[in-house]
Antibody, heavy 121, light 108 residues
Framework: QVQLVESGGGVVQPARSLRLSCAAS????????MHWVRQAPGKGLEWVAGISYDGSTKYYGDTVRGRFTISRDNSKNTLYLQMDSLRAEDTAVYYC??????????????WGQGTLVTVSS | EIVLTQSPGTLSLSPGERATLSCRASQSVSSNYLAWFQQKPGQAPRLLIY???SRATGIPDRFSGSGSGTDFTLTISRLGPEDFAVYYC?????????FGQGTKVEIK
């Protein structure tokens, strides 16, 4: 069965960096676009970034563009989110999501359990 | 960026009642790439509807979606006790792939 397991969350100081990972299993990872979606405590869902099946195309939300980098290693079935220049407002649960074969036009069926990132001094 | 506005913010209903949730987009959603999710506390969102009106695998037929262009609706025909949750719409046709702010369906 499809499994997405996020890791790398924790407490980090403002302006520092953190890298999240998402280990995927139960499907052919290279065939699917992947996304990161976050949810601040008590708030709604916010799409963060998406990446094509081969890593050649990447899109970012306005609030993270220029600070976050999405990437993937298809040989390791792993999705990453490099987060730099972190701010208090980046505090959230970060979900790894599998969509379909393309970034745009594919809906989200599978979500990980999420990893909490807390930005605080 | 396509902004999605959901209404109402909170819906107070009794089990067995009908729930009607609205999602309005600031621009036309391409190819009706509009999805609905249900989220319960401490859980990841669960896909209910995709393509505006197609039910995801395993979703009961009391959930239905409709709409096109800029106006979309999620209807729950008869609320079961497990349906009290927060519901989000999302457009996935154009990046950034935005979500609405959510509608909470609570027990009256």
């Amino acid at each position: 069965q499809v499994q997405l397991v996020e890791s790398g969350g924790g407490v980090v100081q403002p302006a520092r960096s953190l890298r999240l990972s998402c280990a995927a299993s139960g499907f052919t990872f290279i065939s699917y676009a992947m996304h990161w979606v976050r949810q601040a405590p008590g708030k709604g869902l916010e799409w963060v970034a998406g990446i094509s099946y081969d890593g050649s195309t990447k899109y970012y939300g306005d609030t993270v563009r220029g600070r976050f980098t999405i990437s993937r290693d298809n040989s390791k079935n792993t999705l990453y989110l490099q987060m730099d220049s972190l701010r208090a407002e980046d505090t959230a649960v970060y979900y790894c999501v599998r969509s379909g074969p393309v970034i745009e036009g594919s809906f989200y069926v599978y979500w990980g359990q999420g990893t909490l990132v807390t930005v605080s001094s | 960026e396509i902004v999605l506005t959901q209404s109402p913010g909170t819906l107070s209903l009794s089990p067995g009642e009908r729930a009607t949730l609205s999602c309005r987009a600031s621009q036309s959603v391409s190819s009706n790439y509009l999805a609905w999710f249900q989220q319960k506390p401490g859980q990841a969102p669960r896909l209910l509807i995709y393509g505006s009106s197609s039910r995801a695998t395993g979703i009961p037929d009391r959930f239905s979606g409709s709409g096109s262009g800029t106006d979309f609706t999620l209807t729950i025909s008869r609320l079961g006790p497990e349906d009290f949750a927060v519901y989000y719409c999302q457009q996935y046709g154009r990046s950034p792939q935005t979500f609405g702010q959510g509608t909470k369906v609570e027990i009256k």
